[in-house]
């Protein structure tokens, strides 16, 4: 038997992180470290005894690459240098703006993150004014990622991210249920060929976070919107980051309060080309499928009990919905 049994993805232990790594970060005297959540990635809040709180991220190796991780820290690099609100990273002792420790899976990617002051975002009241400044947030996100580059290659979100990728992930699980595959592909097809038609060479690209749901935003005391969370994201279609909004007004039953400032506040901080407007639905219906798409990749980290009939009916009535007012 192999020793040491190999893993998949290792929870790695607060107490080790404080005393061997968040030291290299230089924030001080850590008072606590704590399993914050899981997900795509493993993230720890750690409060310093000056009263700081910063959120430590160890990448899963399966997930994201190394070029991939320096894309998103130079992504918020940059948005610093424009004065963009946002999370920042912390550099190691180094000067590296992450640090790799050796788990047992093998060698995990950390990377510290200033904490977005306030509270979370929330749509308990003004959901009009709400969405408006969201609105105007992300436009000035997308100005201040206009002229961003960098030298790490990473995804992009593209045809192949929101369909090709999708369906390769989900088809497995859906062997007993030939109608809804079959339903996929031509959803897929569809949803493809429309883009194209647009034409998609012909719709603005640049850098995107990716998922813009209307949160991954915090509300400073004087009403500062600050993002983070930009582990989605990637150059790609401008439309698909308005689309993520739109999808998720659409599981919270809030498009028709949400959208319409949402979008009339965008347009009225950044010019954007009626097609690129147009698209957006398009976009929605490719958020579906890539959503089913990242939950099946990731079943071997997160498992598989989720994947049920239950799941697959209600994301194909989703799926169904959306071809109906969208394709």
């Known amino acids: 038997m192999i020793t040491p049994f190999p893993t998949i993805a290792s929870t790695l232990s607060p107490e080790a992180l404080i005393k061997d790594v968040l030291p290299g970060f230089g924030v001080g005297p850590v008072s606590e470290c704590k399993f914050f959540s899981g997900g795509f990635n493993h993230t720890y809040r750690v409060k310093t005894v000056e009263g700081s709180t910063y959120y430590l991220r160890t990448f899963r190796i399966r997930w994201r690459t190394l070029a991939d991780i320096q894309y998103e820290l130079d992504v918020l690099n940059h948005l ?66 206009d002229d961003f580059a960098s030298p790490h290659p990473r995804f992009r979100l593209d045809l192949a991210h929101f369909i090709d990728q999708p369906l390769f992930n989900i088809q497995p699980f859906l062997s007993h249920r030939p109608d809804d595959w079959n339903f996929l592909q031509h959803y897929a097809e569809t949803l493809r060929q429309r883009i194209l038609a647009m034409p998609a060479e012909m719709l603005e690209q640049g850098t995107c976070h990716g998922d813009l ?115």
């Not at 610093?80 to 703006?97: A, I, W």
């Not at 009241?125 to 105007?136: F, I, N």
């Not at 993002?227 to 007004?249: E, I, K, M, P, T």
């Not at 079943?299 to 799941?311: A, E, H």
Request: hydrophobic residues 35%.
């Open 213 to 327: 749901q209307g949160y991954h935003a915090n509300v400073a005391p004087d009403g500062t919107l600050s993002f983070f969370d930009f582990d989605c994201g990637g150059f790609g279609y401008r439309s698909y980051d308005l689309a993520v909004f739109l999808w998720c007004c659409r599981l919270e039953d809030a498009v028709a309060t949400r959208w319409p400032p949402f979008l009339e506040s965008y347009r009225e901080t950044r010019s954007i080309h009626q097609r690129d407007v147009q698209a957006v639905p398009l976009f929605v219906c490719a958020r579906y499928l890539w959503h089913m798409g990242v939950h099946t990749q990731n079943s071997s980290d997160w498992g598989v009990d989720f994947l049920n009939d239950s799941y697959f009916n209600s994301h194909f009535e989703d799926l169904r919905q959306a071809e109906i007012d969208y394709l």
């Open 80 to 145: 610093k240098s424009k004065g963009f609100p946002s999370t920042r990273p912390v550099p190691y002792k180094d000067g590296h703006p992450f640090c790799t420790v050796p788990a047992p899976e093998g060698s995990r990617i950390l990377a510290l993150f200033t904490e977005a002051p306030g509270p979370e975002i929330s749509y308990t009241q003004d959901l009009a004014e709400t969405a408006r400044k969201y609105g105007q947030a992300v436009a000035n996100m997308h100005n201040a990622l």
